[in-house]
């Protein structure tokens, strides 16, 4: 049927150019199924549904002072609800690939602040802490522009050099050697054992 148009069924169409809405907003937001679209008089847009993901690097300082390279990966997609379509859809219906953009830098925010509240221990023992309060932190923010977070991965934490890290770790790194050292003595000792007593049974046998 001409002027028919149908969305993917991880897209919304928002049609535009009639009156809007019957809640004044300026699309009428389609999922699901189709719908008529008066050739001239409106206008079809398709808003992706679909997972993305944003990349974040960002050097942040502690409340210690020390600066931290923190990598993560944010995935998103826009809210299934009418109004987060109506919301996304006038911020980045002409350039979908603002999203992954703008969600970086919300996140890289929230981020530098959350870790800049934390000591080195607490980010690198508790990145589950860490990440829930960035989560929690951006989703006003996130909800605003009609975008809804799936899950926040805290890939690595990176101290540039400087050894503190290392030297958290290097506490249970030499316990983890010694563990490895007594258990290599212990089978030495078994296997050395086990020798003589071998030795010890040949010599009786070659006795009697």
Same mark, same amino acid.
């Given at each position: 049927?001409?002027?028919?148009?149908?969305?993917?069924?991880?897209? =919304?169409?928002?049609?535009?150019?009639?009156?809007?809405?019957?809640?004044?907003?300026?699309?009428?937001? /389609?999922? &699901?199924?189709?719908?008529? /679209?008066?050739?001239?008089?409106?206008?079809?847009?398709?808003?992706?549904?679909?997972?993305? %993901?944003?990349?974040?690097?960002?050097?942040?300082?502690? *409340?210690?002072?020390?600066?931290?390279?923190?990598? #993560?990966?944010?995935?998103?997609? /826009?809210?299934?609800?009418? %109004?987060?379509?109506?919301?996304?859809?006038?911020?980045?219906?002409?350039?979908?690939?603002?999203?992954?953009?703008?969600?970086?830098?919300?996140?890289? &925010?929230?981020?530098?602040?959350?870790?800049?509240?934390? *000591?080195? %221990?607490?980010?690198? *023992?508790?990145?589950?802490?860490? =990440?829930?309060?960035?989560?929690?932190?951006?989703?006003?923010?996130?909800?605003?522009?009609?975008? /809804?977070?799936?899950?926040?991965?805290?890939?690595?934490?990176?101290?540039?050099?400087?050894?503190?890290?290392?030297?958290? =770790?290097?506490?249970?790194? =030499?316990?983890?050697?010694?563990?490895?050292?007594?258990?290599?003595?212990?089978?030495?000792?078994? &296997?050395?054992?086990?020798?003589?007593?071998?030795?010890?049974?040949?010599?009786? &046998?070659? #006795?009697?």
């Amino acid at each position: 049927m001409l002027g028919y148009r149908v969305p993917a069924p991880d897209e =919304a169409m928002l049609i535009s150019g009639a009156r809007g809405a019957k809640d004044g907003t300026p699309f009428k937001v /389609v999922t &699901g199924h189709g719908a008529f /679209v008066m050739p001239f008089f409106r206008k079809a847009s398709f808003l992706t549904l679909s997972m993305n %993901e944003s990349e974040v690097a960002e050097q942040c300082v502690t *409340t210690q002072g020390i600066a931290l390279n923190v990598k #993560a990966v944010i995935a998103f997609k /826009v809210g299934n609800d009418p %109004e987060s379509i109506v919301n996304a859809g006038q911020r980045f219906l002409s350039d979908q690939d603002q999203m992954s953009e703008l969600t970086g830098r919300i996140f890289a &925010g929230h981020l530098r602040s959350i870790i800049g509240s934390m *000591t080195v %221990e607490e980010i690198v *023992t508790e990145r589950q802490k860490l =990440a829930t309060e960035v989560l929690d932190g951006s989703k006003g923010e996130m909800a605003k522009i009609g975008l /809804v977070v799936d899950s926040l991965q805290i890939q690595s934490i990176d101290d540039m050099g400087a050894g503190y890290i290392d030297a958290m =770790a290097a506490p249970h790194n =030499a316990a983890i050697q010694r563990q490895a050292k007594i258990a290599q003595a212990r089978g030495l000792l078994l &296997g050395l054992g086990g020798l003589l007593i071998g030795l010890r049974l040949g010599e009786i &046998g070659r #006795a009697s």
